[in-house]
């Protein structure tokens, strides 16, 4: 696990314009890994629960978890900006939820603006509604853990965006928020 190691204080820091975003990345796909792994681990732990939902135990649903581990893996290492470029408005925007911890705000709202009308989408549905069923029976330990990375990506998302708008790059990130400055207020 000492790869996964996040120092936030280099977040956002660096000597140009590569090192500044690959801060941002690194310390976000490391969040989403601890995230991913962790789920993983309870997920199996749940399967083996008689009173867990169905829909958790069916292969299928485990498939679709298995399959965004293994995307994300090859995400993180083919393009590593892909995740933070893509994620950040959107992580911002919910910048006071995960700030409140307000899981309600994310187990109880409409994806279906955020999802992909592509081949991944019943994958990312089967994704949703599994953490779903699955985060109230997390322990006080391990949604604690998921609101520090959470904090973290929202860190993260917020130094990669202020970067944007000083270095003018592109990474991938969708063209309506190339440039955009309506998230300052998170400095």
Same mark, same amino acid.
């Given at each position: 696990?000492?790869?996964?190691? $996040?120092?936030?204080?280099?977040?956002?820091?660096?000597?140009?314009?590569?090192?500044?975003? &690959?801060?941002?990345?690194?310390?976000?796909?490391? #969040?989403?890994?601890?995230?991913?792994? +962790?789920?993983?681990?309870?997920?199996?732990?749940?399967?083996? /629960?008689?009173?867990?939902?169905?829909?958790?135990?069916?292969?299928?649903?485990?498939?679709?978890?298995?399959?965004?581990?293994? $995307?994300?893996?090859?995400?993180?290492?083919?393009?590593?900006?892909?995740? $933070?470029?893509?994620?950040?408005?959107?992580? $911002?925007?919910? +910048?006071?939820?995960?700030? =409140?911890?307000?899981? !309600?705000?994310?187990?109880?709202?409409?994806?279906?603006?955020?999802?992909? !009308?592509?081949?991944?989408? +019943?994958?990312?549905?089967?994704?949703?509604?599994?953490? #779903?069923? #699955?985060? /109230?029976?997390?322990?006080?330990?391990?949604?604690? &853990?998921?609101?520090?990375?959470?904090?973290?990506?929202?860190? =993260? #998302? =917020?130094?990669?965006?202020?970067?944007?708008?000083?270095?003018?790059?592109?990474?991938?990130?969708?063209?309506?928020?190339?440039?955009?400055?309506?998230?300052?207020?998170?400095?």
């Amino acid at each position: 696990m000492d790869e996964l190691k $996040i120092n936030v204080d280099s977040i956002g820091k660096g000597k140009n314009h590569y090192e500044i975003a &690959e801060s941002c990345a690194t310390a976000f796909n490391r #969040c989403i890994s601890r995230i991913i792994n +962790n789920a993983f681990i309870k997920i199996k732990e749940l399967k083996k /629960n008689p009173n867990i939902d169905e829909f958790v135990k069916k292969p299928e649903t485990i498939d679709s978890f298995e399959r965004l581990k293994n $995307i994300l893996a090859i995400v993180r290492t083919e393009t590593p900006y892909y995740a $933070i470029s893509r994620s950040f408005p959107h992580i $911002i925007k919910a +910048n006071e939820h995960i700030m =409140a911890r307000n899981a !309600d705000y994310f187990l109880k709202r409409n994806y279906d603006q955020l999802i992909k !009308d592509d081949g991944n989408k +019943n994958m990312i549905y089967d994704v949703i509604r599994l953490v #779903c069923k #699955c985060f /109230n029976s997390l322990t006080a330990d391990e949604k604690d &853990e998921i609101w520090e990375l959470a904090s973290v990506m929202l860190i =993260a #998302c =917020a130094e990669f965006h202020n970067h944007l708008k000083k270095s003018k790059e592109f990474y991938g990130q969708d063209k309506k928020y190339y440039y955009v400055s309506e998230y300052d207020y998170l400095r």
